[in-house]
């Protein structure tokens, strides 16, 4: 009842201590070689799955493939060594992204070809279109007119 | 749950129901066809009450089955498969489209019903050609009637009827999972009603100034509930899958998209036929693609010929079937539409290279391109398995490689074309106006490039076209609010806001959806490019830091829900004391697990908790989390409302559409 004042900020002053004191712990850190095995895993298919990296996969293969590569980078391998591993193994369908040469050739091709293409195509046709003086319009037929003289009466 | 024999049976009126609404539909498709056999005109009509017929039919298989489903009825095989007794109610409901079988019932219930509201809408504004429109839409209910019944029907029984059933797959038990198939299927059989209209607009020489206006409104339809499908598909993988991403460019997700593309570039070029008589056989051609992506994706999708997290089903007599029908459906339209597709001769011609017709021509260009893209990647690897053997993985790397850079193209559009005027743009008009925004583009760019230094460059480019095309959205606004000023002095300013945007839906409904595109732009660029994550091994008390959030984990609790068992991780955001609780849940019936993460959003970035699995045993128990901070992803599901707001202000221009459907006729007469 007859808390000082300075009693009472004590009080909350412990409070506070309290709530804050595992903020001044420190904070859990990443293993590096977490990181790296992760960033590696990204880009390799868990083979078994659907279409799922090996990085976010729980099945027992991509656990695994994740500790093959931790071991791969624990013995010194770099990332390339690691992937050409894989590949070697499973053949480019272990790859995220399909490779630039062999059997992944057209992949990388077709979209850059067809945009020009098709953006060509366009100029072609726009500037034959402005070129060309527009065509007369066609003469509506009888029933045509009946129709646009029956809605025009419609609208008014 | 004892049943009584009749409801037990009920399902059996379904059954029934879906047979009879199999042979009006028959009657539907033919109707038009004996009305010229016989000659008489009159038989024509049948369609009509058709269709209304085989949507009755249709709902009262559909309710039959979800009340099999309801009332925990496991003599259905369907029910047993894809229920359990304990599944909440409201996932009991949702089951119908949980599974293969039902999610075809769901396409061909959809299917019907736009059948019969265009019937309905086609009495009044097209009775002459309605026939026609219907008898296209009734093979297409034929088809998947004919699927559905005989290759994969819902309504079979299951004797001995089991004691329970295998409850439905614990990832689709989410809300948005739910709300997912029914949009998405609104949208994909949407396009069906463009394509009914082109097909009987070719085979009965319609003359496109007649229905353009028509179906251009059913094609924004279409693509506003498959934009809202496609979002609440990433919504759903964000917060179900676990794995702090909401699109993972896998072949289902890419089905959706194929279709939506091609609608993109629909919904533009309709305008420029609308307004401009032109690119007519171009827009049938985009009619006939986007409705064929759609079957391309219900085949994808329902034949397992891609395996993914959504395909369910494993059988190659459905899939020989759908890939027959498709076959069918597209060498007949692109059949008739090579025969006939230049029927409307009169086209008008280009006044100048630089006007918005032109414009839109380079819409067209970079979304076909997308759609032809996302095709490509997405058949290649089961192309090249066919023809060569060899496996390749064409997975989300590629995707945003290719397709990134044509997203910014469509952004670089999106600043300048809304500004270039129909008809002919005056160059030096043209720079003024677009001087403020590129300044704004050009600084917005430089400024992330020194905040943001090392990064992609698709960063500073993104940030640039996002602040071009706003800064061109709002200049162009307040441009058109002071000329209202000028000429309106006594008006205030609120209203004269107001007026201008409601005085032009079409336009600043067009506007507003740009905007929500751009928040989502924010959205994917903030989340894909400043993404930062952490996976460490936490035991309770720690704390982990990631960017400037701290997270103290508390420890795990486990408790039983109604289906199933979940162990609770949770967190405390310190700074803010909230708490993130992310969950192992287990579904013992389909001895199941399943992650639900636990995420704090703000405006500017969630923080998205994943708890895996324990490491060690007893009191040493420590926890694999999984920590993601991604910035401006709420940005996504705002943008996505944005949009739908500006297509319903689009949508509300009635008025306007009946008189330029009319005026290019009066004119030309």
């Known amino acids: 009842m007859n808390r000082t004042w300075l009693q009472r900020s004590a009080c909350a002053c412990g409070l506070l201590f309290s709530l804050m004191l595992p903020v001044w712990a420190e904070p859990v850190k990443e293993d590096p070689l977490d990181r790296e095995v992760l960033e590696i895993a990204k880009d390799l298919r868990c083979t078994v799955c659907q279409n799922q990296p090996v990085a976010e996969s729980n099945a027992d293969l991509a656990k695994d493939m994740r500790q093959i590569i931790r071991e791969q980078l624990v013995a010194g391998k770099s990332r390339a060594e690691i992937m050409d591993y894989f590949v070697a193994r499973y053949g480019d369908y272990v790859l995220m992204k399909p490779p630039t040469a062999r059997a992944g050739l057209l992949l990388w091709i077709i979209p850059p070809l067809l945009l020009i293409s098709l953006a060509l195509l366009s100029w072609v046709f726009l500037k034959q279109r402005s070129r060309s003086s527009p065509p007369p319009a066609a003469a509506l037929s009888k029933q045509d007119q009946a129709r646009v003289r029956a809605a025009r009466q419609q609208q008014d | ?19 009879l609404a199999l042979a009006v539909a028959l009657m539907q498709a033919l109707a038009p066809v004996a009305a010229r056999y016989f000659r008489r005109p009159e038989l024509a009509r049948i369609g009509i009450n058709a269709s209304i017929a085989v949507f009755v039919l249709t709902t009262i298989g559909g309710l039959a089955m979800i009340h099999a489903f309801v009332s925990d009825n496991f003599s259905v095989q369907y029910v047993a498969s894809n229920s359990n007794s304990k599944l909440p109610l409201f996932y009991k409901v949702s089951a119908l489209w949980g599974g293969h079988e039902g999610s075809l019932y769901l396409w061909a219930w959809v299917l019907t019903l736009y059948t019969v509201l265009v019937a309905l809408h086609g009495r009044k504004h097209y009775p002459d050609r309605l026939p026609t429109i219907l008898a296209v839409q009734g093979v297409l209910v034929v088809g998947f009637f004919g699927l559905i019944l005989f290759l994969s029907n819902p309504f079979l029984r299951l004797f001995p009827m089991p004691a329970d059933g295998r409850d439905l797959n614990p990832l689709l038990q989410d809300p948005g999972m739910v709300f997912h198939p029914p949009m998405l299927y609104l949208g994909y059989v949407g396009f069906s009603v463009p394509f009914a209209f082109a097909m009987a607009a070719l085979i009965t020489r319609w003359k496109s100034e007649y229905w353009i206006a028509h179906i251009r409104r059913w094609t924004l339809i279409a693509w506003g509930f498959l934009t809202t499908g496609i979002i609440l598909g ?23 998209f194929m279709p939506w593309l091609v609608g993109t570039a629909l919904v533009h070029s309709i305008t420029v036929q609308e307004r401009r008589r032109m690119l007519h056989a171009w827009n049938i051609f985009l009619v006939i693609t986007a409705f064929s992506l759609s079957l391309l994706g219900t085949f994808l999708v329902r034949s397992g010929v891609l395996s993914s997290v959504h395909a369910f089903a494993v059988d190659p007599g459905r899939g020989a079937y759908i890939l027959a029908f498709m076959t069918i459906v597209l060498t007949v339209s692109f059949g008739i539409f090579l025969a006939r597709g230049r029927y409307q001769e009169a086209e008008e011609g280009m006044s100048s290279m630089l006007s918005r017709e032109s414009m839109f021509v380079w819409n067209n260009v970079v979304f076909t391109t997308a759609a032809a893209c996302v095709l490509l990647g997405t058949l ?15 997975g989300a790397p590629y995707f945003n490689a290719v397709m990134v850079p044509i997203f910014l193209a469509a952004l670089l559009l999106m600043a300048v074309a809304p500004l270039v005027p129909w008809r002919k743009a005056n160059p030096e008009r043209l720079r003024s106006r677009l001087l403020i925004p590129v300044l704004l583009g050009l600084a917005a760019g430089v400024a992330m490039l020194v905040a943001a230094w090392p990064l992609h460059w698709t960063g500073p480019v993104a940030a640039a076209l996002i602040s071009f095309v706003t800064g061109t959205i709002i200049t162009d606004y307040a441009r058109a609010v002071r000329q209202r000023r000028v000429q309106l002095p006594g008006e205030s300013l609120l ?40 996976s460490v091994v936490m035991s309770p008390g720690e704390v982990v830091e990631v960017g400037s959030e701290r997270l103290r984990f508390d420890g795990v609790r486990s408790f039983q829900r109604d289906n199933y068992f979940t162990l609770q991780g949770q967190f405390t955001l310190l700074d803010r004391n909230i708490l993130v609780l992310p969950e192992r849940r287990r579904y013992p019936v389909q001895e199941m697990p399943t992650t639900e993460s636990g995420i704090h959003s703000t405006l500017w970035r969630d923080v ?29 599901w705002g943008g996505g409302l944005i949009a739908l707001f500006g297509l319903g202000v689009t949508l509300t221009s009635r008025r306007r559409t009946a008189r330029d459907a009319l005026a290019v006729p009066v004119t030309a007469s």
């Open chain 2, 608 to 636: 998205y908790v994943v708890i895996a699995e324990p490491v060690g045993e007893g009191n040493q128990t420590k926890w694999g989390v999984h920590v993601y901070v991604n910035p401006l992803i709420q940005w996504i």
């Open chain 2, 1 to 19: 749950m004892v049943l009584s024999g009749f409801e037990f049976h009920l399902v059996e009126l379904g059954h029934f129901a879906a047979y």
């Open chain 2, 495 to 534: 209203r004269a806001l107001m007026r201008t945007v409601l005085g032009n839906r079409r336009h600043y409904g067009g506007m507003i959806v740009h905007l929500g595109i751009i928040a989502i732009a924010i959205g994917l660029t903030g989340s894909g490019l400043f993404r930062l994550e952490k």
């Open chain 2, 380 to 394: 290649y690897p089961l192309a090249l398995e066919t023809v060569s053997g060899d496996k390749i993985t064409v």
């Open chain 2, 234 to 256: 990433g919504w759903w993988a964000y917060y179900e899958l676990g794995w702090g991403g909401y699109w993972a460019w896998d072949p289902v997700e890419n089905a959706s």
